[in-house]
């Protein structure tokens, strides 16, 4: 049966060769396409479920609660593992460990920067960390030891076991190597190629030893049978049991491996992630395997008849419709597997750009059964679904009028196809709509006016030598030409670094908790910034000891209820602070957050430095900054980046969502364009002698063409007025997530509405003057 569905796909195959062709092309676009987004989803769906007991590994969060409202985070106290470990039952492994933290490594003449952080001993029990050198008991349990990855093993020391080695961390520590792992994978939330000991951080950063201070993370393995719901209840005030202050903190777990999927939270509760976008794309991965169908539907039924005779002849000599829906739906299933072979050859072809579009590192393994079952399930799936119709459709003729020649096409089949036209476009100017939102978003937050100047600020690490003499540095770095000004903080101004709600003023009531954000700054960082003084001034060596003043935004000061709070005199952490300046609004985090309460406060303490530059060889003063760096830090490479530089970065992942809806778009485009083009072929073919009737009785071409075109615009239309309202409900949920978007204006719809009735145009009018040019003798001479 198979080798006669064969011969027979083929004559149609020899029969159709234009609509098998654009078939082809539109499935194997389609499929291909789909297939990238679902591996792109499996690779979203696996990412952190390597581990060996992913089901028992859980993120130790807090709720905290600052009057009415609910800010959860990872942050945790610094001595909450060992407390949990001994006092809960529940938890098997528990261990802290800090952000990643890029330190110098040194070995002979070798003297690179490397990324890691420091833990708690727990932390090798608790991931699946394959240790290949070392005892994995004894990692991180004494001071100044550290391991390393087999990455860095070779790099250093040119051998995988230097297990007993020294090595020179930040100039002046001596560690010695205790191990050597292997690397997280791709898909791992952790990124790291070093641990150092956690108890060695914890003696440099006293504070993070307090019930109240939170800073490192918490992560832990559970005991397997854990109610993890009971567990929440008996944990919920640990730390406020702890605190000797009033606290503040709900205490709970969260899944570890749901955590980068659905780690977004309100007030609260769980509200999504990158979960949202991992289903908005498989939809997309939908839509684009349906507008191929729809290309195959509508082109396998509007030549159904010259198809009408064949199946006339094969119902007459006795089959059935049965028989003629599985020839059908083989002939389907034979153009769905030779498109699924020009598919992944497209896939093989444009792996590497996606993946460098993504920040991914898919790989494809044809052994693998999963991969299989895509490429394999997106085949079938797809075979059926587009020959189904056709199939369903073709073998409803009746023989008897087939033969006569009487078939004539129904007003509802005409109908359906227009539907599925309109259905098709529809699906297409929603994908154009949410480009152009996205991509509008997007540049709306790289021109938004953040309140303060990103442009021509670089900024670099405050380490080595240069931490110590700061003052010099920076003294001698003002003095170059080009530099306007020089400062550091503690502070990135890219996110949260540092809060407190530690901070009393007149009127306060009783159980008010608000959180400020705490900005360690050294003299000159608002005029370097650009930050706009409106009252008061800021930190200045003219007056002294400025470490009981601070100076807070124009947020700060709303929320303390201060009209005028220059001179006022606050409480923080209990002691008098002189507020001595007031400065605008400026957004210190991404945009989906309103700008939070804040305050500078004068310190020592700065681990980021910030340099103004304006010159007209902007090159020639950052070398002149860099052989200044190399003069106090001559073993540390000089890692400089540029503000607006980072802030880009901080949207690079809707950057990088805007990229892939774009494109999908594009092939959305192209895959709908090309069924326009083979239903136009055909109209413009079955209206060969109506057109030829009209160029002798004294029709134009260009009257021609409108008149061909008139109807497949009319569909492109109606698809139109479908898409909109879905469009602006779909893309008015997206904006919603940022606090701060330039709203969907109304030329984003008639924008798109033109573009798809253009290319609609365009895709038409292009078999209709080839057809309206034909001598109307060629097509009238059969009469």
């Not at 004494?142 to 020294?166: Q, R």
């Not at 100039?171 to 050597?180: F, Y």
């Not at 349906?290 to 000599?317: D, P, Y």
């Not at 000089?638 to 990229?659: K, S, T």
């Amino acid at each position: 049966m198979f080798k006669n569905y064969l011969k027979t796909a083929f004559r149609s195959f020899k029969r159709h060769k234009s609509s098998f062709l654009i078939n082809v092309i539109g499935l194997s676009i389609g499929m291909a396409c789909s297939i990238l987004i679902l591996l792109w989803v499996l690779d979203e769906l696996n990412y952190d479920r390597f581990h060996a007991d992913t089901d028992r590994m859980y993120q130790v969060m807090e709720h905290q609660r600052y009057s009415g409202d609910i800010m959860t985070t990872h942050s945790t106290p610094g001595i909450l593992a060992p407390a949990l470990k001994e006092e809960v039952p529940e938890f098997e492994h528990v261990a802290t460990y800090t952000w990643n933290i890029e330190y110098l490594f040194t070995k002979g003449e070798k003297s690179l920067k490397e990324t890691g952080l420091y833990a708690r001993p727990d932390f090798f029990h608790i991931l699946n960390i394959n240790v290949l050198h070392g005892n994995k008991d004894e990692l991180i349990n004494s001071p100044k030891s550290v391991a390393i990855s087999k990455e860095l093993a070779e790099k250093y020391f040119n051998t995988e076991n230097p297990v007993g080695e020294s090595i020179t961390i930040n100039g002046t520590e001596v560690h010695t190597i205790t191990g050597v792992f292997e690397k997280l994978p791709e898909n791992s939330s952790f990124q790291f190629s070093y641990v150092l000991p956690f108890e060695d951080w914890l003696q440099n950063n006293e504070w993070a030893t307090r019930w109240g201070n939170n800073g490192p993370r918490t992560i832990a393995k559970l005991y397997p049978g854990v109610d993890v719901a009971a567990l929440n209840s008996k944990i919920k005030d640990f730390i406020k049991q702890k605190d000797e202050d009033d606290s503040n903190v709900d205490l709970f777990v969260f899944p570890f491996a749901d955590l980068y999927l659905y780690g977004q939270f309100e007030d609260g509760a769980q509200t999504g992630g990158r979960i949202d976008y991992v289903r908005l794309f498989t939809i997309v991965a939908i839509f684009i395997l349906l507008i191929a169908c729809i290309n195959f539907m509508n082109l396998s039924t509007a030549k159904a008849t010259k198809r009408a005779k064949e199946v006339g002849i094969r119902k007459s000599i006795g089959a059935s419709q049965g028989s003629l829906i599985g020839q059908f739906i083989g002939e389907s299933m034979i153009i769905t597997f030779f498109s699924l072979l020009v598919s992944v050859f497209l896939v093989e072809l444009s792996l590497p750009i996606f993946n460098d579009l993504t920040d991914k590192a898919i790989d494809i393994t044809y052994s693998d059964p999963t991969l299989l079952l895509i490429f394999l399930g997106t085949a079938l799936v797809t075979g059926f679904i587009a020959g189904s119709y056709p199939a369903f459709y073709l073998s409803s003729f009746e023989a008897v009028k087939t033969l006569k020649g009487n078939l004539k096409i129904s007003g509802s089949e005409a109908f359906a196809r227009k539907g599925l036209v309109v259905f098709q476009f529809s699906l297409s100017v929603i994908l154009i709509i949410s480009t152009i939102v996205v991509y509008q978003q997007i540049q709306f937050t790289q021109t938004k006016n953040l309140g303060y100047k990103k442009e021509n600020l670089i900024t670099f690490p405050v380490e080595g030598d240069i931490y110590d003499k700061w003052d010099t540095f920076k003294a001698q770095v003002k003095d170059i030409p080009g530099v306007v000004n020089a400062s550091r903080s503690s502070s990135s101004f890219m996110g949260r670094n540092s809060n407190t709600s530690g901070l009393e003023w007149p009127g306060k009531l009783p159980d008010t908790h608000i959180l400020f954000e705490n900005v360690s700054a050294d003299f000159g960082l608002i005029e370097t910034m650009g930050f706009e003084l409106i009252a008061g001034r800021s930190h200045s060596e003219e007056f002294g000891a400025d470490t009981a003043r601070i100076v807070i935004n124009e947020t700060a000061a709303n929320v303390m209820g201060l009209e005028n709070p220059v001179g006022q005199v606050i409480q923080l952490w209990e002691e008098d602070t002189e507020i001595i300046g007031l400065v605008r609004d400026f957004h210190f985090q991404n945009l989906r957050y309103e700008v939070e309460p804040l305050f500078f406060r004068l310190t020592d303490f700065g681990w980021a430095a910030y340099v103004r530059v304006e010159s007209d060889n902007i090159r020639e003063t950052l070398a002149q900054i860099e052989t200044k760096y190399k003069e106090f830090n001559p073993t540390y490479p000089f890692a400089y980046e540029f503000m607006d530089e980072q802030y880009a970065a901080l949207y690079r992942g809707e950057q990088r969502i805007g990229d892939l809806a774009k494109y999908f778009s594009i092939f959305a485009i192209i895959i709908s364009c090309l069924g326009l083009f083979g239903l136009s072929a055909f109209t413009a073919e079955q209206r060969a002698k109506e057109i030829g009737v009209r160029k002798v009785l004294g029709a134009s071409v260009q009257n021609l063409v409108l008149h061909l075109t008139k109807d497949f615009t009319k569909l492109v239309l109606i698809a139109i007025v479908i898409a909109l309202p879905i469009s602006w409900w779909m893309m008015d949920q997206w904006l919603s997530d940022f606090a701060y978007n330039p709203g969907l204006n109304w030329w984003i719809f008639a924008a798109s509405g033109f573009l798809a009735v253009l290319i609609a145009w365009l895709t038409v009018s292009w078999q209709s003057i080839k057809a309206a040019l034909v001598n109307p003798v060629q097509s009238l001479k059969s009469e």
